[in-house]
């Protein structure tokens, strides 16, 4: 009996995860011919119907789908797929959470829906199944991006809730298969049939997190604690954070400003009973 047969449930994300990591590089490299374009350089469509369990009427839309404009000169490209299958992916998701959770109030159900929906979540199915391999672009950067997206990701096995650097790629070839697949079957049902297990593990009340800014403006609001974010990003490409003023975190990204910001309050966050601890023993 292997490991993935025998782990837990909640551990079988992970351990997929950690599986890809180590391949991803040989899979970058490995290319099979397409039968549709005559490129032998090209990944062979056809093993993308066999991930999705699906057959198209129309082979021009999963073309479409996995083609980047900077890979032609011309407008082809998947950004209008991409369009039609955030429309849909939000649809599908609204009426699915409608009949799940009957008690839950609007507020409630849209945070659950963008968890599920956001640019990491659907990354994470992008690396989950292999569909970037069957990517076409001429991005010199992007498969160390995507290196190192999935190995950032393992020590979030569910969501990082935007500590970890998103290659925007992925999430927009999971949209613009789902919009292939709503305009070749002209059917949201179809789409909630394809797609329902590849985006697993869906988010729930249950797995549902705050982001960190959010919740520590709430747990400092609650606790009655002056809350201070200092942007020295451009000087040194961080964030500090003070309670009461004392610095309680600090967050580091270059390249992004808003990843430093995220992982300033979540340091802040771990170090935050320290201060709630000394705040409650002065007051006794």
Same mark, same amino acid.
């Given at each position: 009996?292997?490991?993935?047969?025998?782990?837990?449930?909640?551990?079988?994300?992970?351990?997929?995860?950690?599986?890809?990591?180590?391949?991803?590089?040989?899979?970058?490299?490995?290319?099979?011919?397409?039968?549709?374009?005559?490129?032998?350089?090209?990944?062979?469509?056809?093993?993308?119907?066999?991930?999705?369990? =699906?057959?198209?009427?129309? /082979?021009? %839309? @999963?073309? +479409?789908?996995?083609?980047?404009? *900077?890979?032609?000169?011309? !407008?082809?490209?998947?950004?209008?797929?991409?369009?039609?299958?955030?429309?849909?992916?939000?649809?599908?998701?609204?009426?699915?959470?409608?009949?799940?959770?009957?008690?839950?109030?609007?507020?409630?159900?849209?945070?659950?829906?963008?968890?599920?929906?956001?640019?990491?979540?659907?990354?994470?199915?992008?690396?989950?199944?292999?569909?970037?391999? =069957?990517?076409?672009?001429? /991005?010199? %950067? @992007?498969? +160390?991006?995507?290196?190192?997206? *999935?190995?950032?990701?393992? !020590?979030?096995?569910?969501?990082?809730?935007?500590?970890?650097?998103?290659?925007?790629?992925?999430?927009?070839?999971?949209?613009?298969?789902?919009?292939?697949?709503?305009?070749?079957?002209?059917?949201?049902?179809?789409?909630?049939?394809?797609?329902?297990?590849?985006?697993?593990?869906?988010?729930?009340?249950?797995?549902?997190?705050?982001?960190?800014?959010?919740?520590?403006?709430?747990?400092?609001?609650?606790?009655?604690?002056?809350?201070?974010?200092?942007?020295?990003?451009?000087?040194?490409?961080?964030?500090?954070?003070?309670?009461?003023?004392?610095?309680?975190?600090?967050?580091?990204?270059?390249?992004?400003?808003?990843?430093?910001?995220?992982?300033?309050?979540?340091?802040?966050?771990?170090?935050?009973?320290?201060?709630?601890?000394?705040?409650?023993?002065?007051?006794?």
């Amino acid at each position: 009996m292997t490991a993935m047969e025998t782990a837990r449930p909640e551990d079988q994300e992970g351990l997929v995860l950690q599986m890809q990591a180590v391949q991803l590089g040989e899979q970058s490299a490995s290319r099979t011919e397409s039968t549709w374009d005559g490129d032998s350089l090209l990944p062979n469509l056809e093993e993308v119907e066999e991930i999705l369990d =699906y057959r198209f009427q129309n /082979k021009s %839309l @999963l073309v +479409e789908a996995f083609t980047d404009s *900077s890979w032609t000169d011309n !407008d082809f490209s998947y950004e209008r797929l991409e369009y039609v299958g955030d429309c849909v992916l939000n649809l599908i998701f609204t009426k699915q959470q409608f009949f799940q959770y009957p008690k839950l109030m609007p507020g409630a159900l849209t945070r659950l829906r963008a968890a599920n929906v956001d640019t990491e979540k659907l990354a994470r199915v992008a690396i989950k199944h292999g569909l970037h391999r =069957y990517l076409r672009h001429k /991005k010199p %950067l @992007l498969e +160390e991006q995507i290196r190192g997206f *999935s190995e950032a990701i393992l !020590d979030y096995p569910l969501h990082s809730n935007g500590l970890v650097d998103v290659p925007k790629s992925l999430a927009d070839i999971v949209e613009s298969s789902i919009g292939a697949v709503f305009i070749d079957s002209d059917s949201l049902s179809t789409v909630w049939k394809v797609f329902k297990s590849l985006l697993e593990p869906i988010i729930d009340m249950e797995t549902l997190k705050i982001h960190p800014v959010t919740e520590l403006y709430e747990v400092c609001q609650k606790k009655k604690m002056k809350l201070r974010f200092v942007d020295l990003w451009k000087e040194d490409m961080k964030f500090d954070v003070f309670i009461d003023d004392q610095l309680v975190g600090i967050g580091v990204y270059q390249p992004k400003k808003e990843i430093a910001l995220n992982r300033a309050a979540r340091d802040a966050l771990d170090n935050i009973d320290r201060i709630l601890a000394e705040k409650d023993g002065s007051i006794s």
